[in-house]
């Protein structure tokens, strides 16, 4: 079982940045694909990124690719989404999620994660 707690959400005008971490905690946290998904409301939860548990992969939305970027800490225990060029159309509650990094499935649907935070949410104000 992996431990999710992400941090960094907040009100932000349409153009600025944030940060989000989600520190992983409990066993096999190094050996963990993770990604972030959103959920706006009346909406269903979306991909927004993922990353290989070595880091050597990335993948992105659409709604995403050029603003976003996803990372790892050295040790692997922390994971960033830095958001650049928001748009009020980001604003979402935004979930950490982690799988083991022996699953096949894929990257993109949410029902191929394991283990979920309790989400952060962003307001983009126009």
């Known amino acids: 079982q992996v431990q999710l707690v992400e941090s960094g959400g907040g009100l932000v005008q349409a153009g600025g940045s944030l940060r989000l971490s989600c520190v992983v905690s409990?066993?096999?946290?190094?050996?963990?694909?993770m990604g972030w998904f959103r959920q706006a409301p009346g909406k269903e939860r979306e991909f927004v990124s993922a990353?290989?548990?070595?880091?050597?992969?990335?993948y992105y939305a659409d709604s995403v690719k050029g603003r976003f970027t996803i990372s790892r800490g050295n040790a692997k225990n922390t994971l960033y989404l830095q958001m650049n060029n928001l748009k009020p159309e980001d604003t979402a509650v935004y979930y950490c999620?982690?799988?083991?990094?022996?699953?096949?499935?894929?990257?993109?649907?949410?029902?191929?994660?394991?283990?979920w935070g309790q989400g952060t949410q962003v307001t983009v104000s126009s």
């Open positions: 999620t982690a799988r083991p990094s022996y699953y096949t499935g894929s990257y993109y649907r949410s029902g191929e994660y394991r283990d």
């Open positions: 409990g066993r096999s946290a190094s050996s963990t694909d």
């Open positions: 990353i290989t548990w070595t880091g050597g992969r990335t």
